[in-house]
């Protein structure tokens, strides 16, 4: 059994060292493989793992998961001591990822739900299993085989047709995928090609993850995600809160740290409108977000590791090319899209979407823009209003359902195909 690691013990993650790793475990993999040919599954066994640990889609799967008749037996697979906290806080029954318990685990279960890859579980013995992907959040960026960053080997790639023979371990390790819901029908040819599936594995019933967004009535949302932003305000609570969330560079140091002059033109601005920058890095980001005061405060995802909760709070975000922008469109709300190094992310990452359209026309290359585009945001009245009938057409698109239930209707899916389906085929 390896070592739980906790938060703080994590090392910087990169798609070449976590691709090396697997060609390396591909022994294990074979293994893994030849015990499942004979060992029966329990359709009544469910396994559920997340790198966000019990949150999130995961989270919300699980509890629809128990509202099922008859409920399934439900194991969370945990890889960190801080999700074995939440586990054992939350009552449920779990195992450790890498023990043998969370390989037996895996073996046996007849479905097994994923947010992030099949690393969440138990990588050894999945075949077989109804494998639900609950993705944690929608196809802007290019996603798995689609990107030659997802499957870069590092100086691995130099040998010849490893690059292509990593791009067939993805499409054929994500094949196995039994059900990924998304929320719009825009999303689903991305999503059949990033993970070699087809329309059928990809059913629109909205993202359980979502559903947080859709609960109760507007009021009861922003007084809920206020309450969890309140503590983060400091002395400015009654100000307008801007969250700044930009995605994870692949590894690469994030070229949108504002310069210090740069912080200063911030901190003016939001004492002119009364505004709280709240500044949110990606949890695998790698850049120096170290300016704190009254007005400009840093909230990771230690603070508060789910972003679901915080949306309805916000009153303008600013991102790039992170996912979160099409959660946020839910609220209706203005958004700024920083993107100072766009071309050269299309050539290495890749975007699914025009990002013109995404922006509604007008996306900014610095924060000197950024900060002219927060002063007209918030002080005309008709530039706000036109920003906010952009949002509401984007979330026109992007949320299919908003009645809150996604997550039932995911696990529902998983129960009519754990209970029709030979298990081990």
């Known amino acids: 059994m390896e070592p739980m690691q906790t938060s703080g013990e994590r090392k910087p993650y990169s798609f070449a060292s976590g691709n090396v790793a697997k060609v390396r475990a591909l022994p294990r993999y074979l293994w893994g493989w030849l015990n499942t040919l004979t060992t029966r599954r329990d359709p009544m066994l469910w396994v559920i793992g997340s790198n966000f640990g019990l949150a999130d889609g995961a989270w919300a799967f699980h509890q629809a998961a128990e509202r099922l008749d008859p409920p399934p037996r439900i194991v969370w697979e945990v890889s960190t001591e801080r999700q074995r906290a939440q586990a054992i806080a939350a009552n449920v029954a779990w ?72 791009r067939w371990l993805y499409r054929r390790g994500t094949s196995s995928i039994s059900l990924l819901p998304t929320g719009a029908s825009c999303f689903v040819a991305s999503l059949c090609s990033a993970f070699n599936l087809s329309e059928d594995q990809v059913p629109v019933t909205g993202e359980p993850r979502a559903d947080v967004l859709f609960l109760g009535g507007e009021a009861d949302r922003i007084a809920a995600s206020t309450a969890v932003l309140a503590p983060y305000l400091g002395d400015h609570s009654d100000a307008a809160v801007v969250l700044y969330a930009p995605t994870w560079r692949d590894g690469e140091p994030d070229p949108s740290v504002p310069t210090p002059a740069q912080w200063k033109l911030l901190e003016q601005v939001c004492e002119r409108h009364n505004l709280v920058l709240l500044v949110r890095p990606h949890p695998l980001g790698v850049g120096a977000y170290d300016y704190s005061s ?65 922006a509604g026309g007008s996306w900014y290359q610095n924060w000197n823009q950024v900060a002219d585009r927060l002063t007209e945001l918030f002080s005309d009245s008709e530039a706000a209003e036109a920003a906010r009938a952009h949002t509401r057409s984007l979330a026109s698109v992007f949320h299919q359902y908003t009645d809150g239930l996604s997550a039932d209707r995911v696990a529902q899916a998983a129960q009519t195909l754990v209970s029709t389906r030979r298990l081990g085929d």
């Open 294 to 358: 009254s007005r400009i405060r840093l909230l990771t995802s230690a603070d508060q590791p789910e972003s679901m909760p915080l949306l309805w709070g916000v009153d303008l975000l600013i991102t790039d090319y992170s996912s979160m922008l099409v959660d946020y469109t839910a609220t209706g709300r203005p958004f700024v899209l920083l993107a100072p190094d766009l071309e050269h992310y299309e050539a290495t990452r890749g975007l699914y979407v025009d990002y013109s359209w995404l």
């Open 95 to 166: 195992v450790d990822r890498d023990a043998p318990e969370g390989f037996a685990a895996v073996l046996h279960a007849g479905v097994i739900a994923v947010t992030h890859g099949l690393g969440d579980v138990n990588r050894y013995g999945q075949h077989g299993a109804v494998i639900v992907q609950l993705w944690h959040g929608a196809p802007l960026k290019k996603l798995h085989a689609d990107s030659p960053a997802v499957t870069s080997l590092g100086g691995l790639g130099r040998i010849p047709g490893f690059s292509g023979f990593m």
